[in-house]
């Protein structure tokens, strides 16, 4: 098991991670959620090796790490700055950012500021605005039973959003396009915790769960795509609610390569391991040579 380190950055801020492998190449992953722990990304590690670094961290008010203190600086472009921040202090010279589910959002972001410091850029199980994430969380209660559907418009309206019933049914909700082939669990997702915090001040303010009304309300990171130009891979489940964007998001960056990964939702990592790690190493490895 890899040790937890802390890396400090101006500011008095510090972010705690873990690192595999010696580089010069660094794939530096920043996790979902938004407010996921890097716990479940672990399976990452396994792509360490001589001449390639592996660094999982925990963002702003996760795990252990740096906590603003005050809600509204969890916002997108806060997380890309520390990003930069990060890269500095580490002292990361080959850049390869890997950004899952909402860590898309924080990559697609560092990519528009910093683009002449990426190798790079890994979009995995993401979309490309607050807007996309609207129209998939529409879709997936489109599909869901009526009675389903019945009962979620009786709790909206009461605003019981921090009810059991409620947390429920949008968990059943969810399921075929997050968990569709994830049975049980794993260590990894085990260990995995979210910070409400940041996820109730990025997402859903109210705590509804099929609107976004947090910081990232507004976002919208598909004005960068035609300023892209660096290899860019984009990997999404078959059967993920971000299915749609992420194609998309490959059409229009135009060095991008996309991989469809066909038994796997939005936790792909968990649900297909060995064609997602597949996936990355076949990629870095012709972005570095081997």
């Known amino acids: 098991m890899a040790r937890i380190r802390r890396v400090r950055t101006p500011g ?19 996790p979902g959620g938004p407010g996921l722990t890097y716990h479940y990304l672990r399976g990452l590690l396994k792509l360490a090796n001589a001449h390639l670094r592996v660094i ?12 603003p203190r005050v809600t509204r600086e969890y916002t997108i472009g806060a997380m890309a700055d520390d990003v930069e921040a990060i890269r500095r202090a580490l002292k990361i010279t080959e850049l390869h950012l890997l950004g899952y589910s909402a860590g898309g959002f924080v990559a697609l972001e560092y990519a528009s500021r910093w683009q002449e410091r990426l190798t790079s850029l890994l979009l995995c199980a993401t979309a490309g605005s607050a807007e996309e994430v609207r129209v998939a969380d529409r879709m997936a209660l489109g599909l869901a039973p009526p009675k389903t559907r019945a009962l979620i418009r009786e709790l909206t309206r009461a605003k019981a959003f921090d009810s059991p019933e409620y947390q429920r ?46 910081t990232a309300a507004k976002w919208d990171g598909r004005r960068y ?49 060995k064609e997602f790690l597949g996936t990355i190493r076949e990629f870095l490895e012709d972005v570095t040579g081997g």
């Open 169 to 214: 049914l949008a968990e059943e909700v969810f399921r075929p396009f997050q968990t569709r082939f994830f049975q049980g669990s794993s260590p990894d997702w085990k260990a995995t915790k979210l910070s409400t915090d940041v996820y109730r001040a990025m997402m859903t303010r109210s705590g509804d769960e099929f609107a976004v009304d947090g």
């Open 12 to 30: 008095g801020r510090w972010f705690e991670y873990v690192s595999q492998g010696k580089g010069p190449a660094t794939l530096l992953v920043h």
């Open 225 to 273: 795509y035609s300023k892209i130009e660096v290899p860019t891979l984009v990997v999404v489940g078959r059967y993920d609610f971000f299915l749609n964007p992420s194609i998309e998001m490959a059409e229009r960056i135009e060095p991008a390569h996309l991989r469809v990964l066909q038994h796997s939702s939005h936790r792909m990592i968990l649900e297909q391991p």
């Open 56 to 67: 999982l961290f925990n963002p702003r008010g996760v795990g252990h790490s740096w906590r």
